[in-house]
């Protein structure tokens, strides 16, 4: 089994076992990265070209600066994750916004601290221990 397949493994027992939205969607959005061809790295790209590098950077340094729903969709435009996470989680796009307010600072933090994102070879472990959060 692939790492791909790992993460998007860990990502459908995440989102089943939980049962609530925000563990849904945390579920579908790790999986919808994995799909996503720049991953996480494409999530701060985006972010960065929408004039949110500040958000970006506290998060990858553990600062809690929020993030309201219309910032996600601001930064999120156009990557088409918002989609894929809601279609993966079985719930609306509003909700995959409304979530990633409070998923999206620690998917950052677990998966690009300072700001870059992790090897590959170790996203496993990271989304493992970012899931089980919510469960």
Do not use: C, R, Y
């Amino acid at each position: 089994m692939g790492l791909l397949d790992s993460l998007k493994s860990l990502a459908g027992q995440a989102g089943d076992a939980a049962g609530t939205d925000q563990a849904k969607v945390a579920g579908g959005f790790i999986e919808a990265l994995t799909q996503h061809p720049q991953g996480i790295q494409g999530v701060i790209d985006a972010f960065n070209s929408s004039g949110m590098s500040q958000h970006v950077s506290d998060w990858a340094n553990g600062q809690n600066t929020t993030a309201t729903p219309d910032q996600i969709s601001q930064g999120l435009a156009g990557t088409g994750l918002i989609e894929a996470a809601a279609a993966k989680a079985g719930v609306s796009p509003e909700t995959v916004q409304s979530a990633l307010s409070t998923i999206l600072p620690m998917a950052i933090q677990h998966f690009a601290p300072n700001g870059q994102a992790a090897p590959q070879g170790s996203m496993a472990g990271m989304a493992q221990g970012l899931l089980s959060k919510f469960l």
